[in-house]
């Protein structure tokens, strides 16, 4: 089945650090990509996304590029804050997964920003 | 405001007692989710309902059930059956069509003595 591989943390940074966290998915059809974040105690929010080969998505200062070539979507940001702290996951939707339609999520890489 | 609400926000229960988890969206989204989240796990897909009285079984399904009588509602009961019930749990919505724009709750957190 389809499946993300995303670096594994944590991942703990001074603040106006350089991010990246890695991902790479495995998938059969043609899927569109994600990257959710979920600060502390809450749920998960969208933080940008990217439906076809080559997008840049981009949100708050990070992007990531669907690249198929390398079936990979890093996420990345130039400057983190201390606000950025959470816990980020790579996503994958497929809509031709025998007509179901669902999200298959990473397993999440933790970012802890120190000032 | 629109969005998804889900109540209570934690929940502890007896080991061997069912607990229902409630989710109510009020964005008008056709389908709804539960996910389990555990540490270092990620999220993983528990059930989930295109349209009302209908729901599939998602990759962790055995020991839970869901209904879906109302569009805004997708109540979760977690069972005595479940082995390992304690966990945080998240509903989402999202419209049909939509693949993308996946809203998520605050989550329930229950704990299992």
């Known amino acids: 089945g389809d499946s993300v591989t995303q670096m594994e943390g944590p991942v703990t940074l001074s603040e106006e650090a350089f991010l990246t966290i890695n991902c790479t998915y495995t998938?059969?059809?043609?899927?569109?990509l994600f990257w959710y974040v979920q600060y502390p105690g809450e749920g998960l929010q969208l933080l940008l996304k990217?439906?076809?080969?080559?997008d840049k998505g981009s949100n708050k200062g990070f992007e990531a590029t669907y690249r198929k070539e390398t079936t990979s979507f890093h996420l990345e940001k130039g400057s983190v804050q201390v606000s950025d702290s959470a816990v980020y996951f790579c996503?994958?939707?497929?809509?031709?997964?025998?007509?179901?339609?669902?999200?298959?999520f990473g397993k999440g890489t933790k970012l802890t920003v120190n000032p | 405001d629109g969005g998804i609400t889900q109540s209570p926000k934690y929940l502890f229960r007896k080991e061997g007692q069912n607990v229902t988890l409630s989710c109510e969206q009020n964005?008008?989204?056709?389908?709804m989710y539960w996910y389990r989240q555990d540490p270092g796990q990620g999220l993983r897909l528990i059930y989930y309902?295109?349209?009302?009285?209908?729901?599939q079984k998602g990759d962790i399904a055995e020991g839970y059930s869901v209904s879906r009588e109302k569009k805004e509602s997708f109540p979760l009961t977690v069972t005595s059956a479940q082995k390992n019930p304690t966990a945080f749990y998240l509903c989402?919505?999202?419209?049909?069509?939509?693949?993308?724009?996946?809203?998520f709750g605050p989550g329930t957190r229950l704990t299992v003595t």
């Open positions: 998938a059969t059809g043609y899927p569109s």
């Open positions: 990217a439906t076809k080969a080559d």
């Open positions: 964005l008008n989204h056709d389908a």
């Open positions: 996503a994958l939707s497929d809509q031709y997964q025998g007509g179901s339609e669902k999200l298959v």
């Open positions: 309902s295109q349209i009302v009285n209908d729901f």
């Open positions: 989402a919505s999202r419209n049909r069509g939509r693949l993308d724009e996946q809203y």
